[in-house]
């Protein structure tokens, strides 16, 4: 994790609240494969990388927690007693909505003070909102001793999402972000919530980052419609989750549901199917299978379920038609954020400085390219 944010974090927490704390460091997170299967019981492949959230914490002397978030400047002061969402409460929700889970499942959280910060690109699509409230859980896990196992910290992580920023998330992010592990992604079974780490040797190949730079304002509506369309499906299907449902069984209810639930549905089942495949490719060493799968990858996520835009199409077509790149899709929930591409090495430069023209000429915009490695999960950090 970025040495800078550390120290300023620590030394903001000096500044304001002197005195003991502990330190965190919580990854964001990307996806190579597995967009909205987690919801579903399927399979992901995740892995945390090198940005992410560093938060202090201490415990506090006065009645009221004090929060203060470096990025944005703001300080929030609130009393655990009286916690509730806050409408447009933004960053204020994630950890108001940590503390009222923990207190739900019967632990009591004495006041603490807080000091935080980020280099994760807001509205990128990587999960920032995952890494704080991990780095909340984690953080309050270590201060006042709860004795939380990191299987249960990301249950009230997801259930904070769910209930104060009103996205009925999978686990996926939270996932990643706490069990993250150096130069691996995690072969996650939604299910379980267990996971393999896979090794991937990206040989003469990088993986690269590009942020649209848009954020659709609706996307949280969109997601729980996704959801819900999943879960209608479901239930005629009489499963437990699209997880166990196969083509065969999804024609056999086609007339049962509109052409667009199908196509919906479709694309859950074959998208855990590409996950599985995309992990054989990987352990086969074949970047280039790896490559077309994520291209079809988006093709499903795209025209089936619906959750890309003009500007993430636009990026995945560039890639399609590049000499240099060899796979590249839509990553995270839709409706904006990055795609993930895998590009020659020494072409990296090359390729973005193409792709980043053709953006700029197409929709008057600037994309932003990102280089991440794979990095370890939610830990404490030393100064
Ligand atoms: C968001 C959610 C995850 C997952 C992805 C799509 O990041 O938080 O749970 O559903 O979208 O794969």
Same mark, same amino acid.
């Given at each position: 994790?970025?040495?800078?944010?550390?120290?300023?974090?620590? $030394?903001e927490?000096?500044l304001?609240?002197?005195?003991?704390?502990?330190?965190?460091?919580?990854?964001?997170?990307?996806?190579?494969?597995?967009?909205?299967? *987690?919801? $579903?019981d !399927?399979? %992901?492949l995740? #892995?945390?990388i *090198?940005?992410? /959230?560093v938060? %202090?914490?201490?415990?506090?002397?006065d009645a009221?927690c004090?929060?203060?978030?470096i990025?944005m400047?703001?300080?929030?002061?609130?009393?655990t007693?009286? /916690?509730?969402?806050i409408?447009g409460?933004?960053?204020?929700?994630?950890?108001?909505g940590?503390?009222?889970?923990?207190q739900? /499942?019967?632990?009591?959280?004495?006041?603490?003070n807080?000091?935080?910060?980020?280099?994760?690109?807001?509205?990128?699509?990587?999960?920032?909102?995952? %890494?704080?409230?991990?780095?909340?859980?984690f953080?309050?896990?270590?201060?006042?001793?709860?004795?939380?196992?990191k299987?249960?910290m990301?249950?009230?992580?997801?259930?904070?999402e769910?209930?104060?920023?009103?996205?009925?998330c999978?686990?996926?992010?939270?996932?990643?972000?706490?069990? !993250?592990?150096?130069?691996?992604?995690? +072969?996650?079974?939604?299910?379980?919530h267990?996971? @393999?780490?896979?090794?991937? *040797?990206?040989?003469d190949?990088? +993986?690269? +980052?590009?942020?649209?730079?848009?954020?659709?304002?609706?996307?949280? %509506?969109?997601? $729980?419609?996704?959801r819900?369309?999943?879960?209608?499906?479901?239930s005629?299907l009489?499963?437990?989750?699209?997880?166990?449902?196969n083509?065969?069984?999804?024609?056999?209810?086609k007339?049962?549901?509109?052409?667009?639930?199908?196509?919906?549905?479709l694309?859950? /089942?074959?998208?855990?199917?590409?996950?599985?495949?995309?992990?054989?490719?990987?352990e086969?060493?074949d970047?280039l299978?790896?490559?077309?799968? +994520?291209f079809? #990858?988006? $093709?499903?996520?795209?025209n089936q379920?619906?959750?890309s835009?003009?500007?993430l199409d636009f990026?995945?077509?560039?890639?399609?038609?590049?000499?240099d790149?060899? !796979?590249?899709?839509?990553?995270g929930g839709?409706?904006g954020?990055?795609?993930?591409?895998i590009?020659?090495?020494?072409?990296?430069?090359?390729?973005?400085?193409?792709v980043?023209?053709?953006?700029?000429?197409?929709?008057?915009? @600037?994309?932003?390219p990102?280089?991440?490695?794979?990095s370890?999960?939610?830990?404490v950090?030393?100064?």
């Amino acid at each position: 994790m970025n040495q800078q944010l550390i120290s300023e974090v620590t $030394n903001e927490y000096q500044l304001r609240y002197k005195g003991g704390h502990v330190l965190i460091s919580s990854p964001g997170r990307i996806n190579i494969i597995g967009e909205h299967t *987690d919801y $579903n019981d !399927g399979f %992901a492949l995740p #892995a945390a990388i *090198d940005m992410g /959230i560093v938060a %202090a914490l201490g415990k506090s002397e006065d009645a009221l927690c004090s929060a203060y978030a470096i990025n944005m400047n703001e300080v929030y002061k609130f009393s655990t007693e009286t /916690i509730k969402p806050i409408s447009g409460g933004s960053w204020r929700n994630y950890i108001i909505g940590v503390v009222a889970e923990l207190q739900h /499942i019967g632990i009591s959280v004495p006041p603490f003070n807080l000091v935080f910060a980020g280099d994760i690109p807001n509205g990128a699509g990587l999960s920032s909102s995952a %890494a704080l409230e991990n780095s909340i859980v984690f953080g309050l896990n270590e201060l006042f001793n709860l004795q939380l196992p990191k299987s249960e910290m990301i249950l009230i992580s997801q259930r904070a999402e769910h209930n104060y920023a009103g996205v009925r998330c999978g686990i996926m992010d939270q996932y990643a972000s706490m069990f !993250g592990q150096e130069s691996h992604a995690l +072969l996650l079974d939604c299910r379980i919530h267990e996971a @393999r780490p896979i090794k991937i *040797d990206f040989q003469d190949y990088q +993986l690269v +980052l590009i942020n649209t730079n848009v954020s659709h304002n609706l996307v949280e %509506a969109e997601y $729980n419609d996704r959801r819900e369309v999943c879960e209608k499906v479901t239930s005629i299907l009489k499963v437990n989750a699209l997880r166990d449902a196969n083509e065969r069984q999804l024609q056999s209810i086609k007339s049962e549901i509109t052409e667009a639930d199908y196509q919906k549905a479709l694309y859950i /089942i074959q998208e855990n199917e590409r996950v599985l495949k995309a992990v054989k490719m990987i352990e086969q060493n074949d970047l280039l299978a790896l490559g077309a799968i +994520l291209f079809d #990858a988006h $093709n499903g996520a795209s025209n089936q379920f619906k959750i890309s835009c003009p500007e993430l199409d636009f990026l995945v077509d560039q890639a399609r038609i590049h000499k240099d790149a060899i !796979g590249a899709r839509m990553m995270g929930g839709g409706f904006g954020g990055c795609t993930i591409n895998i590009v020659k090495k020494d072409a990296v430069d090359n390729y973005l400085e193409d792709v980043s023209q053709a953006y700029f000429n197409k929709f008057n915009k @600037r994309c932003s390219p990102y280089v991440v490695s794979l990095s370890k999960g939610t830990c404490v950090s030393q100064n």
